[in-house]
């Protein structure tokens, strides 16, 4: 098996969730994410709601399955073996969580009015959602050339992570924040009850994960 750097697999497991590495500063992020869903509701900005809890929980549902190619083949995609306060998975850690918890509500502030509306020939939905993916996914070349987050495989890299990862994240994010309540309300649903149930499963009762 080609890796890149397999020992980051055993320096993440060893700090899963562990409490040694904690630091206090979670707290205030988990604040800020708090207060900024509540000042959403308060200005009854379901829609807003809809994307960032959207890309929430496809964010749990790609960490988790990541997690499961660990335990199955011995090594996940991708891994953050230092650098956080508390890893979650084998490949997040809190901090990162918390920020994919209100991107999506942050980045569908820019959307436009018109949701049919193009830019450079290309719905601006799927524009705005392509470009927020290609962003996030060159980012994370320089985040691997840190210590503290690691693509195991030689092959995995930014344009699997675009492919796979990002345009998941964003495409289901700013789409949902047109859709009819009721859609959203099934697909977020739907999303958490598959991703607690394998947390349940995987991480509670197997401890595969």
Known sequence: ????????????????????????????????????????????????????????????????????????????????????????????????SLMFSVSGLIFSKILPADPKAKILGINNRLFIAIANAAFYSIFEIFLVKTPCFVWVYPWWGALPVFITVYIPFWVVSLYCYDWQPKVQKAVIGSLFAINATMLIVCAGILKWI
């Open 1 to 96: 098996m080609n890796l890149n750097h397999p020992e980051a697999t055993q320096q993440a497991l060893s700090i899963l969730r562990s409490g040694d590495p904690f630091q206090w500063y979670v707290i205030t992020l988990l604040a800020f994410v708090v207060y900024t869903y509540f000042n959403e509701i308060q200005n009854k900005n379901w829609k807003g709601i809809a994307a960032g809890l959207s890309l929430y929980m496809v964010h749990w549902f790609v960490e988790i399955i990541n997690a499961l190619i660990q335990h199955f083949t011995g090594h996940a995609l991708w891994t953050v073996p230092t650098g956080t306060a508390f890893l979650i998975l084998v490949g997040v850690g809190v901090e990162l």
